[in-house]
């Protein structure tokens, strides 16, 4: 890789229609608006448009890439193209989340925890967030502490639990340790998901250290709007 060019590469899944996510442009414009407001860092925005019905167009603010049919590979099509995008721009922490979330000043605490993590290459991140739809994560202000749930009780017979895919980071190192063939998730191309993408991840990973971290100083915004089409 080159010299970094940015920070942070924030990749995020879009969709806008009248019938599935009316409000989707005041989303995107909103979560852009947040980042200028309150990143501190160098940074990127890698829009990965999922079939809106009118598309998103690249601007000075965020380039745009096109997905003409969202059913195919799910979202977690988007989330490779996106962070193989970021990566390559040479940026040093990922960021992949929802149009509908904010971001706050914490989001520069979150990089300097990023860059100074002894165990980047494993580490897995999620915020706080109001709209966060697992307890775990779920608050209305940031908090203290950073929690590791990769060894506790999990569900459905798992050991741990994965971090909700409405807001997720990693360090390029955890990238360049996971990726199988530049993905990191749905590698063997055959499923595909609409919901448990984060467990997909999860799954094949946590065995080689991955480890499921939320940094609690985060705090994100979500507004938690659903409406993507289903498998």
Request: hydrophobic share 30%.
């Amino acid at each position: 890789m080159n010299e970094l060019k940015y920070d942070i590469g924030i990749v995020v899944t879009a969709h806008y229609s009248n019938k599935l996510r009316k409000n989707g442009k005041e989303y995107l414009e909103s979560m852009v608006s947040s980042a200028e407001k309150h990143l501190k860092v160098r940074y990127k925005i890698f829009v990965m448009d999922n079939e809106s019905e009118t598309p998103f167009q690249s601007n000075d603010k965020y380039s745009v890439t096109r997905f003409e049919n969202q059913i195919k590979g799910g979202l977690s099509r988007t989330w490779n193209c996106g962070v193989k995008l970021a990566y390559e721009s040479n940026s040093e922490i990922i960021i992949v989340c929802n149009d509908d979330i904010m971001f706050t000043d914490s989001v520069n605490d979150l990089y300097q925890y990023c860059v100074s993590n002894e165990d980047r290459e494993n580490c897995f991140i999620g915020p706080i967030s109001d709209g966060a739809f697992n307890k775990r994560q779920r608050g209305s202000k940031p908090k203290s502490g950073v929690k590791d749930y990769s060894h506790r009780k999990g569900t459905q017979g798992r050991k741990g639990y994965a971090i909700n895919g409405f807001c997720q980071a990693f360090h390029k190192d955890f990238y360049i340790k996971y990726k199988v063939n530049g993905k990191l998730w749905n590698i063997d191309g055959k499923s595909q998901l609409w919901g448990g993408e984060e467990y997909d991840l999860y799954d094949r990973c946590n065995p080689l250290g991955m480890r499921s971290i939320v940094y609690r100083p985060w705090f994100v915004k979500h507004h938690g709007i659903h409406g993507w089409k289903k498998i």
